[in-house]
């Protein structure tokens, strides 16, 4: 049982549409993180986020953590089919310092 | 290029067999972090080192093993392997050894194939 449950599994949209990914846990986190990962390569940081109600923007990218810091979202506004990965959500609770990630959300863009 | 450097990039061998990983971290960084990530179980941590010092330990079988040396760079050995232990393993290094905010630097990884 994973910890960060990410939904949904899979999703395939058109070169122009909007779209959410989500990352709840029933645990609290002192931060989450989201990562962006490409076929053949290691996960990268896209963004950290430590405050509940938080929202970040970067570009077309929008992560919101949740009031009581145990959920996020990330919504990309007019996909491009350079967003195609998979997106993990990573999650660190200080009771045993331990980072853990969702199972993640493969994204595909169609052009 | 997140500045983590992995080797092997690939690596095939046959059950039984006891292969080595290894890993020099960010200019800089402190800590080494693995992950083996396969397709049903998603990124899965295994062992945190800092400074040398074994930190955290997660899902980390006892046929696998661990070891970061004096000039930072980090090891991991898998032993007595199954098909089962065929999977990506990612090294991740972060400054610090207090994971303060979880943010971390990954390789390219190293994927294992056991025939």
């Known amino acids: 049982t994973q910890l960060l449950e990410q939904s949904p599994q899979f999703l395939s949209i058109q070169e122009g549409e909007n779209l959410t990914v989500y990352c709840n846990s029933s645990?609290?986190?002192?931060?989450l993180q989201w990562y962006r990962q490409e076929p053949g390569e290691g996960p990268v940081l896209l963004v950290t986020?430590?405050?509940?109600?938080e929202v970040k923007k970067l570009k077309r990218l929008t992560f919101q953590f949740g009031d009581a810091r145990k959920d996020s979202s990330l919504h990309i506004t007019a996909a491009q089919p350079g967003d195609t990965g998979l997106y993990l959500c990573?999650?660190?609770?200080?009771?045993?310092?331990?980072?853990?990630f969702g199972a993640g959300t493969t994204v595909t863009v169609r052009a | 290029d997140s500045g983590v450097t992995q080797t092997p990039k690939h690596l095939i061998t046959a059950t039984g067999q006891r292969v080595t990983l290894r890993c020099s971290p960010r200019s800089g960084d402190l800590s080494v972090y693995w992950y083996q990530q396969s397709l049903d179980q998603g990124l899965q941590f295994l062992i945190h080192y800092y400074n040398g010092e074994e930190r955290a330990k997660g899902n980390i079988l006892e046929r696998f093993s661990a070891q970061q040396f004096p000039d930072l760079h980090s090891e991991l050995n898998l032993s007595s392997l199954e098909l089962g232990d065929s999977a990506l393993y990612f090294c991740?290094?972060?400054?610090?050894?207090?994971?303060?905010?979880?943010?971390?630097?990954f390789g390219e990884g190293s994927r294992l194939t056991v025939l």
């Open positions: 991740a290094s972060s400054r610090s050894g207090g994971l303060d905010t979880g943010e971390l630097f």
């Open positions: 986020v430590v405050t509940g109600g």
């Open positions: 645990s609290v986190f002192s931060s």
């Open positions: 990573a999650g660190l609770t200080l009771r045993d310092y331990k980072l853990s």
